[in-house]
């Protein structure tokens, strides 16, 4: 037996990177950084070099500029790019779900923004309400235990489909395209210093990193809630428990996409998020 409860528009140009790659786009940062350096060591070794001339010389000597162009990036207007924004996402996937996802709004801001919510462990529901599953967290009762039941992981089979189905390769193109937009947008709420790589590497590495249980996890009432029995559970994030109500298969796949993906935008993971852990059910038992 189950027992319910309460769940813990103008088109406007896109900036384009088409043709390019990450390589080739690191390597021109570089040289920017490079050129910025050396224009400006260079100048203040040149100030240093500019004492009194020597006795009997007259003449000045030129002094060759040595500051690198400037470089100047075109203003990214994120306003009004939704119509292009899904039009190039709907080629990443045929799933109903995923394309029934993409009518949200202001879609850049809501990935940049779910995004650093994980990065930080928080929950992006507010971000992501437009996935939120059908039906109620349920439980049952299993060898005197209240565990969390098999129906309430099944509410995550359509997100886990539609996430599975997306192209992995096709991301790594509309990811480049939609660079400069994404970046615009985390530059609207990121810490200082941190990029929007370094966010989408903390969140994958986060979500990757929680270990798949292998057998039934056991709760218990909080409230009108219920919470994790073992502490270890009830201990991680509003992001991580978000991916554990998956349950064990839709967690695996999910984690294995995540992967997937971050293979392909050259992202590098730590250690523990390219093989979590697998727990037991006995293990997460509370004594």
Do not use: C
């Not at 240093?48 to 002094?63: D, K, L, Y």
């Not at 202001?106 to 779910?114: E, K, M, P």
């Not at 509003?238 to 293979?263: D, I, W, Y």
């Amino acid at each position: 037996m189950t027992t319910p409860s309460h769940d813990p528009n103008t088109n406007v140009p896109l900036p384009s990177l088409r043709g390019s790659s990450r390589a080739s786009r690191r390597t021109l940062l570089a040289a920017v950084l490079l050129i910025a350096l050396l224009g400006g060591t260079g100048g203040y070794l040149l100030r240093r070099q500019a004492s009194p001339p020597a006795a009997g010389r007259t003449e000045p000597v030129a002094q060759a500029d040595t500051r690198g162009p400037v470089v100047t990036r075109p203003e990214v207007q994120l306003s009004g790019t939704d119509p292009r924004v899904r039009e190039l996402l709907r080629g990443l996937s045929g799933d109903a779900g995923f394309l029934r996802w993409l009518s949200a709004e202001d879609l850049v801001r809501r990935f940049v923004s779910a995004t650093s919510a994980v990065a930080e462990g928080q929950s992006p529901r507010e971000q992501l309400s437009f996935m939120a599953p059908t039906g109620g967290f349920q439980v049952t009762r299993r060898a005197g235990r209240t565990v969390v039941a098999p129906e309430s992981y099944a509410r995550y089979d359509g997100v886990t489909r539609a996430l599975v189905s997306v192209n992995t390769q096709g991301v790594q193109r509309v990811y480049l395209e939609l660079e400069p937009l994404l970046d615009a947008a985390h530059a609207e709420i990121a810490p200082p210093g941190r990029t929007l790589e370094q966010s989408l590497t903390r969140a994958i590495g986060r979500l990757t990193s929680v270990p798949v249980p292998t057998g039934a996890v056991e709760v218990s009432p909080k409230g009108a809630l219920y919470a994790y029995a073992d502490p270890r559970l009830e201990a991680l994030s509003g992001a991580e428990k978000h991916l554990l109500r998956m349950g064990p298969e839709n967690m695996r796949k999910v984690q294995t996409k995540l992967s997937e993906l971050a293979h392909a935008l050259g992202l590098s993971l730590p250690e523990q998020a390219k093989q979590p852990a697998q727990v037991s059910g006995r293990a997460w038992r509370k004594e």
